[in-house]
């Protein structure tokens, strides 16, 4: 079975500051990992996905992510958080069949 | 291009009521998905449609709970008699590939409807 856990479910940081988003998976078989991000009162936007053709991937928006499989992890970083980027950030897992697991999400906060 | 829509963006009902939730697809994707998406929660799956066909539907809740895609494209989810526990944000997601097919399988959000039951 796979899953994902999303550690911290807010996470706040200062305007230009890192930003990082951690995201666990639990799978028996190399996944495809995504994170998606939802502004309020809308739907999920996709923000990168990694589906093994190199294991930092770049996003829109200046995120990127990077897959560790000793780690079993795919955490989400940006370098100079932007006040636009305050919303809820989902990491989902899904292996070959569209079944789509996501996390219990994380809500950043930026701080003027 | 358009993208996955949804209807109503919002619906409140009284408890015992039927409600339908509309959603319309990117033009062409295979593949429908219906999540649950309950408050400060992930969205949870609910029923999948290749084409016309209903062929996951594993994750419906009970079964006030149906979804149909006719005609391999528009689909509606209608939950009968209402209850509170079904307030929720649900939503729709489009596919171009079948699932299983294998490659990177994206899929791409509708803006949901949220469901207040009273």
């Known amino acids: 079975a796979q899953s994902v856990t999303q550690l911290g479910s807010h996470v706040s940081v200062s305007e230009g500051a890192l930003v990082l988003l951690r995201c666990n998976y639990s799978?028996?078989?190399?996944?495809?990992l995504f994170w998606y991000v939802q502004y309020p009162n809308q739907g999920l936007q996709l923000l990168l996905k990694?589906?093994?053709?190199?294991?930092l991937v770049k996003g829109i928006n200046g995120f990127e992510a990077e897959f560790k499989k000793s780690e079993t992890s795919f955490h989400l970083t940006k370098p100079s958080a932007h006040m636009s980027d305050a919303a809820e950030y989902f990491c989902?897992?899904?292996?070959?069949?569209?079944?789509?697991?996501f996390g219990a999400g994380t809500r950043l906060t930026v701080k003027p | 291009g358009a993208g996955v829509s949804q209807s109503p963006r919002y619906k409140v009902a009284k408890r015992g009521q039927d409600v339908a939730l509309r959603c319309d697809p990117i033009?062409?994707?295979?593949?429908l998905f219906w999540y649950q998406q309950a408050l400060g929660q992930g969205p949870e799956f609910l029923t999948y449609?290749?084409?016309?066909?209903?062929?996951?539907k594993s994750g419906l809740p009970s079964d006030r709970f149906f979804a149909e895609r006719p005609e391999g494209s528009v689909s509606t989810l209608k939950i009968q008699r209402t209850q509170q526990e079904d307030s929720a944000v649900y939503l729709c997601?489009?596919?171009?590939?079948?699932?299983?097919?294998?490659?990177?399988?994206?899929?791409?959000f509708g803006p949901g409807t949220r469901l207040t039951v009273t």
């Open positions: 033009s062409g994707h295979v593949s």
């Open positions: 997601a489009s596919s171009l590939a079948p699932r299983g097919s294998g490659g990177s399988p994206v899929q791409y």
């Open positions: 989902a897992v899904s292996y070959n069949n569209n079944d789509m697991r």
């Open positions: 799978s028996s078989v190399p996944p495809y």
């Open positions: 449609f290749q084409n016309e066909a209903q062929l996951d």
């Open positions: 990694y589906t093994s053709a190199a294991t």
